[in-house]
């Protein structure tokens, strides 16, 4: 059964810096292509923050994290990474890595219909 762990979340000032790894844990679908990190608040819908393309070609930000969040992978060690710099109270959140997504390059590259998610790492940011 597929697990995916989070881990390095916590608690910030506005202006800080966090790193979020995600362990992907007996997954070894054919479907295991792109990956990201999508994020959540009471009250809002789940968002993707950032993805990544299987060969790392290609990346996926939301608007607001551009410049400031770096996700990264490391294929041999099944991880999936979020460097997040210089972060904002408006960053906290829940935060989901997902894995098994399938990626689409029309009009632009994305990934979708993430097969597996880990079960999220607080994220808080305050001012």
């Known amino acids: 059964q597929a697990v995916l762990m989070e881990s390095g979340g916590g608690s910030v000032q506005a202006g800080g810096s966090l790193r979020l790894t995600c362990e992907v844990n007996g997954y070894s679908g054919s479907r295991r292509a792109c990956m990201g990190w999508f994020r959540q608040t009471p009250g809002k819908e789940r968002e993707a923050v950032a993805q990544?393309?299987?060969?790392?070609?290609?990346?996926y930000y939301r608007g607001s994290v551009k410049g400031r969040f770096t996700i990264s992978q490391d294929r041999a060690k099944n991880t999936l990474y979020l460097q997040m710099n210089s972060l904002k109270p408006e960053d906290t959140g829940t935060y989901y890595c997902?894995?098994?997504?399938?990626?689409?390059?029309?009009?632009?590259?994305?990934?979708?219909?993430?097969?597996?998610w880990g079960q999220g790492a607080q994220v808080t940011v305050s001012s």
């Open positions: 990544i393309s299987k060969d790392g070609d290609n990346t």
């Open positions: 997902a894995a098994g997504g399938v990626e689409r390059w029309y009009p632009t590259w994305s990934c979708e219909n993430f097969a597996v």
